[in-house]
């Protein structure tokens, strides 16, 4: 009896952990890059009686950006529907470094205007489909390289170009091939397959990302204070939200002795 209930303990313990299991198989295999990503930080700030043209407050943003010079950053305005597939779009300002993106937006809600900021990490997971499309570039280069060398030497020529490739991913992310680091990371399926198996995490890149996502949300809501400020209006946060994650990036106050 008891080991009957020892049994069915076991069995229930173990059910939230099979299917996590079966929930990741079944993302391998059907799951594609989640092109949102994951939020890790969003506010928003809402300012009564102002009006300006979205175009105006994202050049003003651009510009400050622009002029940071910040290393790998891409600028670029990006569209996302106001509800369904048939709805209105609205123009958002996106910066994006590796995975990482900061996503704006200055928009009227009524008679007042806010203005928002997401940061937004999009993970690079490796799924089937990204295995299946390697498996077919070999295919395809086996059958061009077969036709003038014979099969044979077609073979040994794969293995090469095979370990050739997985050398060029292991080192490209090294100080001497900062340019083949970024080439890898703009070709579509290689650039995933490179950062979720081969690219290396360094304190230096680990300490560019944190100064990137803490440093433009910022300077961004500067801008904003700013530009309320020279029109008279007094910008009010409405909203501001934080990861987890994000949080481990906070500053920590140093500990008070306890009083005796």
Same mark, same amino acid.
């Given at each position: 009896?008891?080991g009957?209930?020892?049994l069915t303990?076991? &069995? $229930?313990?173990? +059910?939230?952990?099979? !299917?996590?299991?079966?929930?990741?198989?079944?993302d391998f295999?059907?799951?594609?890059?989640? +092109?949102r990503?994951?939020?890790?930080?969003?506010?928003?700030y809402?300012?009564?009686?102002?009006?300006?043209?979205?175009?105006?407050f994202?050049?003003l943003?651009?510009?400050?950006l622009s002029?940071?010079? *910040?290393?790998?950053?891409?600028?670029a305005?990006?569209?996302?529907?106001?509800?369904?597939?048939?709805?209105?779009q $609205? *123009?958002?300002?996106r910066?994006?470094?590796?995975?990482l993106?900061?996503?704006?937006?200055?928009?009227?809600?009524?008679?007042?205007?806010?203005? !928002?900021?997401? &940061?937004?990490?999009?993970?690079?997971?490796?799924r089937?489909?990204h295995?299946?499309a390697?498996?077919?570039?070999?295919?395809?280069?086996?059958?061009?390289?077969?036709?003038?060398?014979?099969?044979?030497f077609a073979?040994?020529?794969?293995?090469?170009?095979?370990?050739?490739?997985v050398?060029?991913?292991?080192?490209?992310?090294? !100080?001497?091939?900062n340019d083949?680091?970024?080439?890898l990371?703009?070709?579509?399926?290689? !650039?995933?397959?490179?950062?979720?198996?081969f690219?290396?995490?360094?304190?230096?890149?680990?300490? &560019?990302?944190?100064?990137?996502?803490?440093?433009?949300?910022?300077?961004?809501?500067?801008? &904003?204070?700013?530009?309320?400020?020279? +029109?008279?209006v +007094?910008?009010? $946060?409405?909203?501001?939200?934080?990861h987890?994650?994000?949080?481990?990036?906070?500053t920590?106050?140093?500990?008070?002795?306890e009083?005796?």
């Amino acid at each position: 009896m008891m080991g009957f209930r020892y049994l069915t303990m076991t &069995t $229930r313990d173990d +059910k939230p952990k099979n !299917s996590e299991r079966l929930r990741r198989v079944i993302d391998f295999i059907f799951g594609f890059e989640n +092109k949102r990503g994951d939020i890790l930080e969003h506010w928003i700030y809402s300012a009564d009686g102002f009006a300006l043209p979205p175009a105006a407050f994202y050049g003003l943003i651009e510009k400050q950006l622009s002029d940071r010079k *910040i290393p790998g950053m891409e600028i670029a305005k990006q569209e996302f529907a106001e509800g369904g597939l048939l709805s209105d779009q $609205r *123009i958002y300002l996106r910066f994006l470094r590796e995975r990482l993106a900061i996503v704006a937006c200055a928009a009227p809600f009524g008679n007042i205007y806010f203005f !928002s900021c997401r &940061t937004v990490h999009v993970p690079a997971l490796v799924r089937l489909w990204h295995i299946v499309a390697a498996l077919v570039f070999f295919n395809v280069t086996g059958v061009l390289l077969a036709i003038p060398l014979g099969l044979p030497f077609a073979l040994v020529a794969q293995i090469a170009l095979l370990f050739a490739l997985v050398g060029v991913l292991r080192n490209a992310g090294t !100080s001497a091939f900062n340019d083949m680091d970024a080439l890898l990371l703009k070709i579509p399926v290689v !650039s995933t397959i490179y950062q979720d198996w081969f690219r290396v995490d360094t304190y230096y890149r680990d300490d &560019t990302r944190t100064l990137y996502v803490k440093m433009l949300p910022n300077l961004i809501k500067a801008a &904003t204070e700013e530009m309320c400020a020279e +029109k008279g209006v +007094k910008l009010v $946060r409405r909203y501001h939200f934080q990861h987890a994650l994000h949080e481990l990036f906070q500053t920590v106050p140093p500990f008070m002795e306890e009083e005796k």
